[in-house]
T-cell receptor, first 114, second 114 residues
Framework: DAGVIQSPRHEVTEMGQEVTLRCKPI?????LFWYRQTMMRGLELLIY????????DSGMPEDRFSAKMPNASFSTLKIQPSEPRDSAVYFC????????????FGPGTRLTVL | QQQVKQSPQSLIVQKGGISIINCAYE??????FPWYQQFPGKGPALLIAIRPDVSEKKEGRFTISFNKSAKQFSLHIMDSQPGDSATYFCAASMAGGGADGLTFGKGTHLIIQP
């Protein structure tokens, strides 16, 4: 299995631009999670999906952030407009139904907003 | 508010020594306590996990000790090796209580000196 796939691996953009991060979970996994990692705040859960349905988005910092999962093999996290404080590493993770609590993380997308 | 407090933030251990990282939690409903290991440029990966019905779990050189009454758990790395140098995160969740994501500690940056 290829594991969780994220793209791009690195993104540099200017303040005010729209940013879209992409994730392909492990096939057969029913749960998908988006996390943000910074030095100050550590790993923060932003949102998670079960069977493509958003379950809890209470971690999404602002309305500028949105996430979708149009099908079982693809999810996006969008930031519009982006701000310098959004600079972080964004991780996607997936988990199979029967092993809910073991999450398999992707390699992350390092976002820099200038 | 669900929190997991982790210490120390950073740790330097000599090769062959014992590395000890501690975590404390507040929510008594937590019943699953994993440790994740993260190497630079990679996503976190599950290292070892424990449920509160046991006080200790050992896998190779890695041991989790769990103290339910004190609401604390710790990771011990015996015979620490330079390849163990990484960031370690403790986490907690409610395994049987629904589909919550993991609540992570802030992480410990471990350096094993040769």
């Amino acid at each position: 299995d290829a594991g969780v796939i994220q793209s791009p691996r690195h993104e540099v953009t200017e303040m005010g631009q729209e940013v879209t991060l992409r994730c392909k979970p492990i096939s057969g996994h029913d749960y998908l999670f988006w996390y943000r990692q910074t030095m100050m705040r550590g790993l923060e859960l932003l949102i998670y999906f079960n069977n493509n349905v958003p379950i809890d988005d209470s971690g999404m910092p602002e309305d500028r952030f949105s996430a979708k999962m149009p099908n079982a093999s693809f999810s996006t996290l969008k930031i519009q407009p982006s701000e310098p404080r959004d600079s972080a590493v964004y991780f996607c993770a997936s988990s199979p139904e029967q092993w809910l609590n073991e999450q398999f993380f992707g390699p992350g997308t390092r976002l820099t907003v200038l | 508010q669900q929190q997991v407090k982790q210490s120390p933030q950073s740790l330097i251990v000599q090769k062959g020594g014992i590395s000890i990282i501690n975590c404390a939690y507040e929510n008594t409903a937590f019943d699953y306590f994993p440790w994740y290991q993260q190497f630079p440029g990679k996503g976190p990966a599950l290292l070892i996990a424990i449920r509160p019905d046991v006080s200790e779990k050992k896998e190779g050189r890695f041991t989790i000790s769990f103290n339910k009454s004190a609401k604390q758990f710790s990771l011990h790395i015996m015979d620490s090796q330079p390849g163990d140098s990484a960031t370690y995160f403790c986490a907690a969740s409610m395994a049987g209580g629904g589909a919550d994501g993991l609540t992570f500690g802030k992480g410990t940056h471990l350096i094993i000196q040769p």
